[in-house]
């Protein structure tokens, strides 16, 4: 199976009904704040996988709509929509992932840090209820700020004794996809042969994308290096600020995180050729969490993709190592929250 959303090459003439074909759909997902901006999109692309066979959809609100408009579709995955807390246990049990879109968006002005408040909280509530109801699901978590959230989520899961590092995922794939757009734009490449390598976290300058190692092997310029950097870096806010009030980027976010969803699914399918960028428990830097490639396996990550880190450009080091104060302050901001709760 080739992932549906990372077209390459050779299936580009495949017709788009082939992806609605019957094959193995087994799995289970969950979408926790189904029916926001990101939730409803989200749910919708994760409808058209044929590897999935229910689809959970949870929110607070509004949910129920959603649920029976989607169930329309004539794909293979049977739709399930549960409303409020009462219902989020049930919403989990017996799904192999779990993705999390529950929260509230950026406004003009505001950076992902200030929205720590309320969706620490959010997270922190939802990834107990994982922790009882599905310990063993892959675990996404999109709720800003990613750099804080995934740390609380770890924290959570370990005073519930069931923290599996390999399972819990930042996602981040909305920088590489824009990254790949971006840079084939800017060098009159075709999109689909594009693959840049996102690292460090997800927030403005920890948002590394490393130019250096695109594929296929490009050059760039040092004003253009500048230029496309602060781009991927600030490309949040251009959407936040087009958007002026309205939130933030939901469409590109669901395309991005349906595909991270798919990588997952193919994985736990046994598929034994996925990578993609993802912010997770690392040891490639001195940093409790980093975001890198990674080989996703039936077990979650399966190894960390080091050689990205290495033969960085001067720009690329000076950047690695100018995000590390921030990225790990949103860490451990993350880390303190966690245990302040009661
Ligand atoms: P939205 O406001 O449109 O939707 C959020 C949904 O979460 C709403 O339906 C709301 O009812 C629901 N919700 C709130 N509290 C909840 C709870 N306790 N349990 C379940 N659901 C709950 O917001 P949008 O645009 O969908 O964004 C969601 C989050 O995704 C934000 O935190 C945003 O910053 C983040 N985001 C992350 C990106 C990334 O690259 N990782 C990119 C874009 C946004």
Redesign the pocket.
Known sequence: LRNSFAPRAEKRNQRFENRLQPQASSFKVAV??A?????QPLALLIKMSPLVSALHL?????VKGVAADLSHCNTPSQVLDFTGASELANSLKGVDAVVI??????KPGMT?DD?FNI?AS?VK??IEAVADNCPDAFIHI???P?NSTVPIAAEVLKQKGVYDPKKLFG??T?DVVRANTFVAQKKNLKLIDVDVPVVGG?AGITILPLLSKTKPSVSFTDEEVEQLTVRIQNA?TEVVEAKAGA????LS?AYAAARFVESSLRALDGDADVYECSYVQSELTELPFFASRVKLGKNGVEAIISSDLQGLTEYETKALEALKPELKASIEKGIAFAHKQP
């Not at 029916?35 to 939730?39: C, D, E, L, M």
């Not at 949870?58 to 509004?62: E, H, T």
């Not at 879109?101 to 950026?106: F, I, K, T, Y």
């Open positions: 926790l704040g029916a926001g901006g990101i939730g949870y929110d607070i609100a509004n879109p529950a929260g509230v968006p950026r992902r929205l969706n959010i509530n939802l999109i709720s800003n990613v996602v981040t909305l997800h949040g939130g933030s980027a939901t976010m």
